[in-house]
């Protein structure tokens, strides 16, 4: 790895483009990269051979993990180092741990290629939330699910998107599409069935579902669920049956019910 000069004035260009990249969904996407914080996600980025293009590291930092670092060969990567002040000034989180990246993004497949017979999908519409987003596609990386597909959601590369999957965003299979008619229309080309998860006394009790074969559950707006009209594109609609007076769960607990329930038909 290459190290560079350190880093102490604010107005470093590096400086300012990590946090361009880190408070901007429209950077992210001209230049196609995002950031990282933090031990865990920075080393399992390494681990798992991510894209990582720059690493900054503050002084303090430097003296912890230094030698992990350098058992990585990356000849494309820097390694910036950065003041503990400036570490602060970056990082998003109450207590940072001094380690940051950049990393490119992955190369966005089409919709027709990500989607394929047989297999298992989540379809986040309008879901808002990233810690919502994060922990799904966590808990989706732990079940085996397919792939998760965002529609009109939050972006998958903010930075707390990435900090709640914990290392997850760089094993499971992501896409990122804005029309969800053209997501229907990959789905029946492939023969997925396509169930929408509601809050409903008459829909179908999940535990009772069929998802056998390939399938796919969409999964609303945190506040208000899906539309009506994307409930009636699907050909089912699935509800978790709830005891005493509780009405609803958190859209990421009620995701993670559902994916396992897709799971044990295979």
Same mark, same amino acid.
């Given at each position: 790895? *290459? ?10 260009? &590096?400086?300012?483009?990590?946090? *361009? ?12 990269? +995002? ?5 865990? =996600?920075?080393?399992?980025? &390494? ?27 990356? /000849? ?17 989180? !109450? ?18 290629? #990500?989607?394929?017979? /047989? ?24 079940? %085996?699910?397919?792939?998760?597909? #965002? ?15 914990? %290392?997850?965003? #760089? ?8 029309? =969800? ?40 707006? !945190?506040?208000?669920? &899906?539309?009506? /009209? ?31 329930? &897709?799971?044990? +038909?295979?």
């Amino acid at each position: 790895m *290459k190290y560079g000069e350190i880093i102490t004035s604010r107005n470093n260009p &590096l400086i300012k483009l990590y946090r *361009k990249l880190s408070s901007s969904k429209k950077e992210r996407s001209s230049l196609k990269m +995002f950031v990282l914080e933090g031990v865990r =996600i920075v080393f399992d980025a &390494l681990k798992e051979n991510a894209p990582l293009c720059r690493i900054f590291i503050t002084e303090s930092a430097c003296l912890r993990y230094s030698s992990e670092l350098e058992r990585y060969e990356a /000849d494309n990567m820097a390694v910036t180092v950065i003041s503990d002040e400036l570490g602060s000034y970056i990082s998003s989180t !109450e207590q940072p741990q001094g380690i940051f990246a950049q990393c490119r993004m992955p190369e966005q497949i089409s919709l027709d290629s #990500f989607v394929k017979k /047989d297999k298992k999908y989540i379809v986040l519409y309008k879901l808002q939330d990233p810690g919502n987003a994060g922990m799904i596609i966590r808990t989706a990386d732990a079940l %085996g699910i397919d792939g998760v597909i #965002f529609s009109e959601s939050c972006d998958v590369f903010s930075p707390k998107v990435i900090r709640s999957t914990m %290392g997850s965003v #760089f094993r499971l299979p992501l896409l990122q599409a804005a029309d =969800i008619n053209e997501v229907f229309e990959s789905f029946a080309v492939c023969g997925i069935r396509t169930y929408a998860s509601v809050i409903d006394k008459d829909a179908e009790d999940i535990k009772s579902a069929d998802f056998s074969g390939g399938a796919a559950v969409l999964i609303g707006n !945190e506040g208000n669920g &899906l539309p009506e /009209d994307i409930s009636e594109s699907c050909i089912g609609r699935i509800t978790i049956k709830m005891h005493g007076n509780i009405d609803s769960l958190n859209a990421a607990m009620a995701t993670g019910i559902i994916m396992w329930e &897709l799971k044990k +038909f295979e």
